[in-house]
């Protein structure tokens, strides 16, 4: 017979999402237990290799009807393995209409709203401002190449330690070296070290209404096998006041259509509404006579680049189409990335989609690999990926340790294609001129591919469209929260860590506000969770004046 747990406050999920508003109730004085699908890894325990049974223990690769998704999973989560870039989302994206021809954000979400929540976030990571002599090789080479085609190029802001980086280009594997900011540094360990339990390798299956008086959400979960995912070594259930959801847009729309009947319903938008963030990625296939010769560089005597595994994976960006003015479906950026080889299977090779995938042409262009450089586009897209009903268990159907299939169906409509053909443009007329490369985007043939996913269970006005009100509360469903990525009502044009979690620090006031309506002796207020107190300061202020 299993014994159901209490706590004033749940937390399914460790990362930007999680770890935020876990530590501010654990600070605050609440009981706080955060579930974690992945294991507990630290430093000495990420690997620089791409061996099956390294990496693939903390990143899921998921496969969709039309789509690829990336994501962490392991206690931290995204934040493990994402390339830290850390960048404000632009003004003109919380004011976006999308095809519904009305604001898709809450009214009272805009960039300065948000503002002292980015503040706050930057303090803690921190983020740090790279010199260009701090931006690795291909990044310099793509800043080079813009300068020439008259378009500009600055370095990324990123949530790295510059001194203790070592730029091994690993981050994908977690950080071996514990310079990337990952919430494993910062707010997760607040959390515990205010009292906080987390549990890894801890699978939510269902959120159902609680038994016990005074608790409102039993929460019911399987542990999982530490060697291998797809299977069970126990189970057992929680009973909270308050549940935080931060499985990521690919787990918190599936847990929530998997409890629709036992919570009564949900509102219509949980599952719908998904976003890739507009991800587009393309392959420039760098001539190293041209890098020369156009551009000036060398690496070493004889050698202009051959740079593209060099460094940080991100370094350099042209935010030159980031226009307010212009007209929606055509505003993007373009980021110097690099992305390991497994990956690099996916550029097209010819210019013949149906048919150029793979063969003699690819393992041409592979053997070139070390003179790529690849570009990301973050575009506005149209919010048109979808979920279909949820597997039995889990967020998708394991087909091995990190392998899933979704149910989530995505077909970009004309205006995402329109954002992608002008992002595909622009790659071109910066890295063809006078024939410096040939951009070669990833083919379509086996569909897109994001690394941030968002907006499946988004905020927003509307009952009839979003899924949660300003608060990041659930609709119909008080004391249930989600403050992941799935909360994001659109594509942001940028890396979507920073936003995801400036929204998780708003968010975590009114969490506590609702735990203390509940009858935890919770009190919002704690410094950042290293000491400083300037951004706390800014969003006292702002919480005040209300």
């Known amino acids: 017979m299993s014994v159901t747990e209490r706590t004033d406050v749940l937390v399914i999920g460790s990362g930007f999402g999680g770890s935020i508003p876990a530590y501010h109730l654990a600070a605050g004085g609440a009981r706080v237990v955060v579930l974690e699908r992945g294991p507990r890894l630290g430093a000495r325990d990420f690997t620089h290799d791409q061996r099956i049974g390294s990496y693939t223990r903390i990143v899921d690769l998921v496969q969709g009807d039309g789509i690829t998704v990336v994501a962490g999973n392991c206690v931290g989560g995204s934040s493990v393995v994402y390339f830290a870039a850390s960048l404000r989302a632009p003004g003109f994206v919380f004011e976006r209409e999308g095809s519904l021809g009305r604001r898709i954000w809450p009214r ?15 303090e803690t990571l921190p983020v740090a401002r790279q010199q260009w002599n701090q931006v690795p090789y291909p ?7 813009c300068e020439r085609a008259g378009r500009t190029c600055n370095p990324v802001p990123v949530a790295v330690d510059l001194q203790s980086c070592t730029n091994c280009n690993w981050m994908l594997n977690g950080c071996h070296f514990d310079a990337k900011r990952s919430m494993l540094l910062n707010y997760l360990p607040a959390a515990t070290a205010s009292g906080a339990e987390v549990r890894a390798l801890h699978e939510v299956q269902t959120i159902a209404p609680a038994t016990t008086p005074g608790y409102r959400y039993r929460v019911a979960y399987t542990v999982l096998d530490a060697d291998d995912y797809r299977l069970a070594q126990g189970a057992g259930s929680i009973e909270a006041k308050v549940v935080v959801l931060a499985g990521g847009a690919m787990g918190t729309p599936v847990l929530l259509q998997r409890s629709a ?3 009564g319903g949900m509102p ?23 890098a020369g010769e156009l551009l000036g560089l060398e690496r070493s005597p004889g050698t202009a680049y051959e740079g593209f595994p060099v460094g940080k994976p991100i370094g350099s960006m042209s935010y030159d189409r980031l226009d307010a003015d212009a007209e929606e479906f055509t505003r993007f950026s373009l980021q110097q990335i690099y992305f390991p080889g497994i990956t690099n299977i996916l550029a097209q090779a010819t210019d013949r989609p149906e048919s150029g995938w793979f ?89 897109s591919l994001s690394a941030h996913p968002l907006s499946s269970c988004r905020m927003g006005d509307d009952p009839a469209t979003s899924a949660l009100d300003d608060h990041n509360e659930l609709r119909g469903h ?18 979507p860590s920073l936003t995801v979690a ?8 009114h969490i506590v506000d609702r735990a203390a309506e509940s009858g935890v002796d919770v009190r919002y207020g704690a410094p950042a969770p290293d000491g400083s107190t300037s951004g706390r300061r800014g969003v006292l202020k702002l919480l005040n004046n209300r």
Do not use: H, Q
């Open 261 to 263: 009947a036992l919570l």
């Open 139 to 145: 990044g310099g080479l793509f800043a080079a190449a």
């Open 359 to 447: 063969g003699v042409e690819k393992k041409e262009l592979r053997s070139r690999w070390r003179s790529w450089l690849s570009v990301l586009a973050m575009t506005e897209d149209d919010n048109e990926g979808r979920f279909g009903l949820p597997p039995a268990t889990g967020s998708f159907t394991r087909v091995a340790s990190s392998v899933g299939l979704s149910t989530l169906r995505y077909r970009p409509t004309a205006n995402t294609l329109r954002g992608w053909k002008a992002a595909d443009e622009e790659a071109r007329a910066v890295l063809e001129r006078d024939g410096l490369a040939r951009v070669r985007p990833w083919s379509e043939v086996v569909g």
């Open 478 to 495: 008080p004391g249930l929260f989600v403050t992941d990525g799935a909360a994001v009502p659109t594509s942001l044009c940028v890396n």
């Open 108 to 122: 009272a979400l805009t960039r300065s709203a948000l503002d002292p929540w980015y503040d706050r976030v930057e």
């Open 268 to 290: 219509r938008a949980v599952g719908r509404y998904f976003s890739g963030n507009g991800d587009r990625v393309s392959i420039a296939d760098v001539d190293e006579s041209k």
């Open 502 to 509: 400036a929204l998780a620090e708003r968010a975590s006031r």
